[in-house]
């Protein structure tokens, strides 16, 4: 058997993607995870389960032993600079040969000091910068299956479309996109030698999907007043101060702008907001399905 692709993270949405790809494509995957019986629900055995976490040493160590190449993927918190760090230094330590990570998006990144997310994976990539190992960066922008589906239940129950971050125009990004750059990383002979920042084909703002959804809905959809993003209380969570952030800087415009980076990795245009609009409401298409057992 080959040696295993450690996933982390590999039980949220976006790592669920990840695994369901690479073993379609026959890969050997090992996932770590604090909620072994939970990965085993999703994904049968089709994967091989690293019972553990972050914070134990021991369960890294183990995880990573053996392994041929790691996807680094976390929540949102306060440690995630710390966490993956060490996953990544046990990593280089047990002799695997490459890392991608799922990174924050460029505008939270760059310039450094905006964002406490964006500060944390920096700290990340600089720390892989400086191992002894092949490694590459997905920033993706702002996800689709985190905005829209919000959008969609205010139009469909005849609300006003209210995002949270006034009528700024976004470029966002479908999560299997993200999902098929990261399996195509680690899989390739060699990943590109820059951070991958991953957008989705156009910028579009609330008025747009506004008229994208009416069309589809054959009937008007309105949109509230643009409305500036509120400050959250310093005793809120890393995770809700983070999104506010995220809000304030997606309100500033950051997120307005497109690349071409997912069509010169695979070949072909990212999905659009249209497309993701269309197969929602049509429940075409819109499931992933889940790799191995089902819940």
Not at 128 to 146: C, D, K, T, Y
Not at 214 to 226: E, G, K, Q, S
Not at 257 to 269: C, D, H, N
Request: glycine share 10%; net charge positive.
């Amino acid at each position: 058997m080959s040696a295993p692709i450690l996933v982390t993270g590999a039980t949220g949405r976006l790592g669920q993607l990840i695994v369901a790809r690479l073993v379609g494509k026959n890969q050997h995957v090992r996932v770590f995870t604090r909620r072994p019986g939970h990965a085993r629900a999703l994904f049968g055995a089709s994967v091989e389960v690293a019972s553990g976490d972050f914070a134990d040493p021991v369960s890294v160590r183990a995880a990573v032993r053996g392994i041929q190449r790691l996807l680094l993927l976390s929540p949102l918190s306060g440690t995630l600079s710390i966490d993956q760090i060490g996953v990544a230094e046990a990593a280089v330590a047990a002799g695997a040969s490459r890392i991608v990570k799922i990174s924050g998006a460029d505008w939270t990144i760059d310039p450094p000091g905006v964002s406490m997310s964006g500060d944390a994976h920096a700290a990340v990539e600089w720390r892989l910068r400086g191992l002894p190992i092949e490694h590459v960066s997905l920033r993706p922008n702002a996800w689709m299956q985190v905005a829209l589906p919000k959008l969609i239940h205010q139009a469909e129950t005849g609300q006003m479309l209210s995002a949270g971050y006034g009528g700024a125009g976004i470029a966002f990004i479908d999560m299997r996109d993200i999902a098929d750059v990261a399996a195509h990383q680690l899989l390739a002979h060699e990943v590109i030698g820059k951070p991958a920042i991953l957008t989705g084909p156009a910028i579009v703002d609330l008025r747009q999907i506004a008229g994208i959804l009416a069309r589809l809905l054959h009937r008007p959809v309105a949109v509230a007043d643009a409305a500036v993003p509120a400050i959250t209380a310093a005793d809120a969570s890393f995770e809700q101060r983070a999104v506010a952030q995220f809000k304030g800087l997606i309100a500033a415009g950051r997120a307005a702008y497109a690349t071409e980076a997912v069509s010169e990795i695979l070949g072909r245009a990212p999905r659009s907001v249209e497309q993701f609009l269309t197969e929602h409401l049509t429940a075409a298409c819109f499931a992933e399905p889940r790799t191995g057992a089902r819940n």
